[in-house]
């Protein structure tokens, strides 16, 4: 049970070295090194239930970005800066020549946009990003974050700058 000064988000993250060690434990068993197998499996186990999220703690002023493998947690606390405000904003997916392999976009444009809720905050950071997804459900978290924080939640994905809470 969560406290109430706790907000927490969080999604299942799909790893492709999943069926990679698939893959590899599969051919440590044909060539019969077992223990390579076993340990391949459980690696592959550990990372195909993945989830990443994010905790804010508002009773201490900290939060924590963090990926989760079953039941062990990867991340560490960090001060939380005054936070100003809660926007909704549309990123654009497209290939990039730095990333390793290229993304595919649809030709007809509209399903090549993702959404994005960020937590504005002062000082040097400017914005903590907290969660990435579809425009109903990024503005669903958008609002349940900005009513935990007591925020505003400002509507950015169109070029009618507005705010929703």
Known sequence: MESPGIFKYEKYSFKVISPLMVLLTVAFIVNGAYIGGSICFVLGVLSAFSYQGIIIDTSTQRFMKYDRFIKFNIGGWKPLPVPSYVTVVRINISSRRTAPTPIVVPQDKKGARAFKVNLVVEGQMRYIGICRGSLE?????????????????????????????
């Open 137 to 165: 459900n990024m503005t669903k978290e958008a609002l349940r974050l900005g009513e935990h924080l007591q925020l505003r939640v400002l509507d950015y994905t169109t070029h009618e700058k507005k705010w929703i809470l």
